[in-house]
Every structure is written in structure tokens, then in C-alpha cells.
């Protein structure tokens, strides 16, 4: 038995009786072999497992590639959740655990130097290396820019320091909350969320100087 096709676009997501029904149900049911349950979960938790994913890689198919993944790994591992916790809680696990796989398989990506940068980017560093007064960076529009920027340096750090970042900073877990969903010690994530910081924070200043060094 085979899953439903994966479409992650929810305009054209099945549409079916299962809309009340709950999760531990929806799984028992798509276990059995109904599709139309297996749907309703996609339909549910897509959108989180494609926003979640979409914080690790850039490229849409990327994006694509590991929520497709995501759902595949959950329809075969239906018989594991028993509802003793959520079912998103139990999909943004192996969504983390997939996306590090993921991370872990692909080839470290060069690292990024200035002339990678965007002209909203570059400009975002001149200012910065001009001491704009701080409330200049205030605007929504220089803090996206701002969080592109530190994003593009993320996916440039090794997959744990992106994986602590992205679940701690990004998604505003708990370190508790970290430990359950990687497996790893309390300790481990701890020093890893401290380093990883450290690497981002040297990241940025290493782009700054370069820039401030630049021709």
C-alpha cells in the first residue's frame, strides 16, 4: 500500500468527511488503508511541515524535497504515534530529523562572501559599517533584509548549528523541548545553541570587515 499523491498546494488539497475527526483516528484510520484520512492530515499539517522545513534550505524544491519526505516517513510510521503527544508535535520531529538527514548528506555549501550578497544586503552592511543611528534599522523593511541576510549566513553554518538555531531562535523552543525532539542532552544543547551563536555572530562580523576592507 502506497501513500496519496503529495501536493502542498492546499487550494487543491482532497477535501473530505474527516475534517472533525481527530488525529488518533485520522492515523488508526490511514493506517488501515484510507486515503481520504491520510489527506486530511496533509491538509492540516502541511503548512507547518513546508514553514518549518523552509527555515533550513532556500530552494523551493528543496523545500519540496524534504516535506515530501516528511510525509512519506509518517505514512509509513503511522502504527508509532499513539497520541500521547500531538501530531504536530510528532511531524515537526521528523520533519527536525529529516531536514538534518538531509543537511548532513549534502555537500557543505562555500562560504558566503560579500559579492554573494543582494544589493539590499550590501546596502544593509554599508549602514551598518556607517554607524546608521540604531532606529534607522528599526523599519520592517531593513529588519527583513536584515533577517535574509542572517538566514543566508545560517545555511552556511554545519547542519547541529543550524538545527539548534532554527528550533531555538527561530522557532522559540525550550531547551527541554530541543532534547525531546534531537535526542541529545540537555548539556549538549546548551553548548551547541552557545557556539552555534558565537559562529553566526563571527559570520557576520567576518562579512562586515570584508566588506569594510572591500575595494
Known amino acids: 500500500m502506497s501513500p496519496p499523491p503529495l501536493n502542498f498546494d492546499q487550494e487543491h488539497c482532497l477535501t473530505n468527511s474527516h475534517e472533525q475527526t481527530s488525529d488518533l483516528e485520522l492515523a488508526r484510520l490511514a493506517g488501515e488503508g484510507d486515503e481520504s484520512a491520510f489527506a486530511e492530515i496533509m491538509r492540516r499539517y502541511s503548512p507547518r511541515v513546508f514553514r518549518f522545513a523552509s527555515r533550513f534550505f532556500r530552494q523551493r524544491s528543496l523545500v519540496e524535497e524534504a516535506a515530501q519526505e516528511v510525509f512519506l516517513k509518517a505514512f509509513t510510521e503511522l502504527g508509532a504515534f499513539e497520541g500521547r503527544g500531538s501530531m504536530e508535535g510528532w511531524l515537526t520531529r521528523i520533519t527536525t530529523n529529516t531536514c538534518l538527514?538531509?543537511?548532513?548528506?549534502?555537500?557543505?555549501?562555500?562560504?558566503?562572501?560579500?559579492?554573494?550578497?543582494?544589493e539590499d544586503e550590501s546596502t544593509w552592511l554599508e549602514n551598518?559599517?556607517?554607524?546608521?543611528?540604531?532606529?534607522?534599522?528599526l523599519s520592517k523593511e531593513r529588519s527583513l533584509?536584515?533577517?535574509?541576510?542572517?538566514?543566508?549566513?545560517?545555511?552556511?553554518?554545519?547542519?547541529?548549528?543550524?538545527?539548534?538555531?532554527?528550533?531555538?531562535?527561530?522557532?522559540?523552543?525550550?531547551?527541554?523541548?530541543v532534547v525531546e525532539m534531537t535526542g541529545w542532552s540537555e548539556s549538549k544543547v546548551k553548548v551547541q545553541a552557545f557556539r552555534?551563536?558565537?559562529?553566526?555572530?563571527?559570520?557576520v562580523e567576518k562579512l562586515l570587515s570584508l566588506r569594510k576592507n572591500g575595494p
Do not use: H
Open 128 to 137: 551598518k559599517l556607517a554607524d546608521v543611528a540604531t532606529e534607522r534599522y
Open 145 to 177: 533584509v536584515a533577517a535574509d541576510l542572517a538566514g543566508r549566513v545560517l545555511q552556511n553554518l554545519s547542519p547541529d548549528d543550524q538545527l539548534v538555531l532554527t528550533l531555538i531562535d527561530g522557532e522559540g523552543l525550550a531547551v527541554k523541548e
Open 196 to 203: 552555534a551563536r558565537r559562529r553566526m555572530r563571527e559570520a
Open 101 to 118: 538527514n538531509m543537511l548532513r548528506s549534502s555537500k557543505r555549501r562555500p562560504e558566503l562572501t560579500v559579492s554573494d550578497l543582494t
